[in-house]
């Protein structure tokens, strides 16, 4: 089907590392979407992908639209505390481009002082 | 401007109050969208309106209904609700969701609804 594998499901960091996540799914996506959401608060657009291969920085964040179409990456340099939160993924299926936007679990990150 | 505003922030209500929930984005977006969000979950979609029209139902109970007066609101009006209805209420906007070459979607910061 449709849905959108996650991992690691939630990791622990020093303050400093580096950060990286996928998103994985076994059909082919028209775009990538990368939301950071705080506890009680909306997610918040981090990076949009549209084209394969596409590599996109915002800051401190990287993301790439994999070449298959079925992956992204989100890597995240010199973590700092306020990257706490939970990621995720979204995206517009190729099959079904309409309004449905395929969710992922998500990746909650820790990041230890 | 990328800022799509909910209110309220917070709701609490009985079950058997009506209540509403007020969405608003001024992108031009002409897609917009309501989801339910439970702690520690991904958003669910609940309803989708694509040019003041609603285009998608997601089988969600009658007593949640949705309403778009024009293209840069959307209300949900909230009636006989149930205690597993607690959850955080976002909505969100696209352009208009058909772009074949890709959409990018928006959320507001979401209501916190909780219900007694």
């Known amino acids: 089907g449709q849905q959108l594998n996650q991992s690691p499901q939630s990791m622990f960091i020093q303050e400093g590392e580096d950060v990286s996540m996928n998103c994985t799914s076994s059909s082919i996506f028209n775009t990538w979407l990368w939301y950071k959401q705080d506890p009680g608060e909306g997610p918040v657009l981090l990076i949009a992908l549209y084209k394969a291969g596409e590599l996109t920085s915002n800051g401190r964040l990287t993301a790439q639209f994999g070449i298959t179409r079925k992956d992204s990456f989100l890597n995240i340099s010199a973590s700092i505390p306020s990257d706490v939160g939970i990621y995720f993924c979204a995206g517009q299926p190729r099959d079904n481009y309409g309004q449905n936007f395929v969710f992922g679990p998500g990746t909650r990150l820790s990041v230890l002082p | 401007d990328t800022e799509v505003t909910q209110t309220p922030k917070h709701l609490v209500m009985g079950m058997t109050n009506k209540k509403s929930l007020k969405c608003e984005q001024h992108?031009?977006?002409?897609?917009m969208y309501w989801y339910k969000q439970k702690a520690k979950k991904p958003p669910e979609l609940m309803f989708v309106?694509?040019?003041?029209?609603?285009?998608i139902n997601e089988s969600v109970p009658s007593r949640f209904s949705p309403e778009c007066p024009n293209s840069s609101l959307l209300n949900l009006h909230l009636h006989a609700l149930q205690p597993e209805d607690s959850a955080l209420y976002l909505c969100?906007?696209?352009?208009?969701?058909?772009?074949?070459?890709?959409?990018?979607?928006?959320f507001g910061p979401g209501t916190r609804l909780l219900v007694l």
């Open positions: 992108m031009g977006h002409r897609a």
């Open positions: 309106y694509s040019y003041e029209k609603l285009s």
């Open positions: 969100a906007s696209s352009q208009d969701g058909w772009n074949y070459l890709g959409e990018t979607q928006y």
